[in-house]
């Protein structure tokens, strides 16, 4: 699967709200998907994933892209490993027609400093959100991303 944490020109995040059944309640996450199987039999790459996911899940493209690593979801049980970006430069999509028809998703866009917030208020529970969330706060104290 592939997700991202896609950052807006002025430093927000973009996230969605979806009812997760598994969880029996709505999730506050980083856009992601899993990986499409190709007409040749073959599994799509991540870095393909990511930016198509942004895109169906919340209008937005972004113009630069990095990876940051990637994580085993859940290795106890599960084969699915997570591939994580950095997209920044973000520019809604003229052509978005809204998320797949069976996904109700709501978008919204929040502040690290909002984030981290409502991570230590235990609000967000979703996995690979607090990932993406802490990637991005050690590259920001690192210096090595800025944020308005």
């Not at 409502?118 to 210096?143: C, P, Q, Y």
Request: a negative charge.
């Amino acid at each position: 699967a592939g997700t991202v944490v896609a950052v807006l020109p002025e430093g927000r995040v973009r996230l969605v709200r979806q009812y997760r059944h598994a969880a029996g309640t709505v999730l506050l996450e980083l856009p992601a998907g899993t990986l499409d199987r190709l007409a040749d039999g073959s599994i799509e790459d991540p870095a393909v994933a990511g930016p198509r996911e942004l895109c169906e899940e919340t209008g937005y493209v972004a113009q630069t892209w990095r990876r940051l690593g990637g994580f085993w979801t859940a290795p106890g049980f599960a084969r699915e490993h997570m591939t994580l970006y950095l997209g920044t430069d973000l520019t809604a999509d003229p052509n978005h027609a809204g998320p797949d028809p069976d996904e109700r998703l709501l978008v919204e866009a929040l502040t690290l400093p909002e984030l981290l917030a409502r991570v230590e208020n235990d609000e967000i529970h979703d996995a690979k959100t607090l990932i993406g969330i802490f990637w991005v706060d050690a590259l920001v104290r690192s210096g090595e991303l800025k944020l308005p």
